[in-house]
C-alpha cells in the first residue's frame, strides 16, 4: 500500500477541485492506502516568497504538515483549475515555499546541482479548464502542464508524471461531472 499527499490547489472552498480531490481520497482509503489532503485554501501561509533564494523563510506550521506529508509520501496528486494559462498564484506560492528551504541548503555544496530532493516518488496531475482540452494542448501548449510537470515536479525528482485534464468545466452535464468523479475515485483506488 503506498501513502498519499493530495494538494488541492483552488483558492476558494466547495468546488469541483475539491470535489475531485475528495473522490480520490476516497479511492486511495477504499484500497487501503493512506491519504493525507492539504486544501489550500484552508492553510494559513503566506503563499509569496519574500526573500527569493537569498535567505530562507521559514514555513508556518501548515507549510511544514503539508511538506512533511509530502516527504513522507509515495505518490503525490494536485488538484486545480486552469486560470489564464496557469496554475493560480496559490499553488505557484505553495511550491516555491515548501522547496525554498532545500534549495537554499544546497546552494555552494557539492549537491548544488542535484535538485532531486523527492527521488522515488510519483505524481497525477489533474487540471480543469473551461476551454477543450485539445484546444489547450495543441492550440495554446500546454504550458502550466509542462511547467508543473517537467520544470518542478521532475526537476525535484518526480517520476513518473501522469495527468489528467478536464475541459469544458462550464458547459459539462452533471452526469459527466459523476463521471469524472468516478475516474478519480478508481484513480485513487489504484494510487496512480
Not at 94 to 103: T, V, Y
Request: proline content about 5%.
Amino acid at each position: 500500500m503506498a501513502t498519499v499527499s493530495i494538494i488541492v490547489g483552488h483558492p476558494q472552498r466547495t468546488t469541483f477541485c475539491e470535489a475531485l480531490a475528495e473522490a480520490y481520497r476516497r479511492g486511495a482509503e477504499r484500497g487501503g492506502h493512506t491519504v493525507h489532503l492539504f486544501k489550500l485554501a484552508d492553510l494559513n501561509f503566506d503563499p509569496i516568497l519574500r526573500e527569493g533564494y537569498r535567505k530562507e523563510q521559514p514555513l508556518e506550521p501548515d507549510l511544514q504538515s503539508a511538506y512533511d506529508a509530502l516527504a513522507s509520501s509515495d505518490h503525490w496528486v494536485f488538484v486545480f483549475p486552469l486560470w489564464c494559462g496557469d496554475m493560480p498564484a496559490i499553488l505557484k506560492g505553495f511550491f516555491e515555499r515548501i522547496l525554498q528551504p532545500d534549495l537554499i541548503k544546497r546552494q555552494g555544496t557539492e549537491n548544488a546541482m542535484n535538485w532531486r530532493i523527492f527521488e522515488r516518488k510519483s505524481a497525477r496531475i489533474v487540471m480543469t479548464m473551461g476551454m477543450p482540452v485539445s484546444i489547450y494542448r495543441y492550440w495554446y501548449g500546454p504550458h502550466a502542464l509542462k511547467l508543473l510537470k517537467f520544470n518542478i515536479l521532475n526537476f525535484i525528482g518526480i517520476k513518473p508524471v501522469r495527468e489528467t485534464l478536464l475541459g469544458m468545466m462550464a458547459e459539462s452535464s452533471n452526469a459527466k461531472r459523476d463521471k469524472w468523479l468516478e475516474q478519480a475515485e478508481a484513480m485513487g483506488q489504484r494510487a496512480e
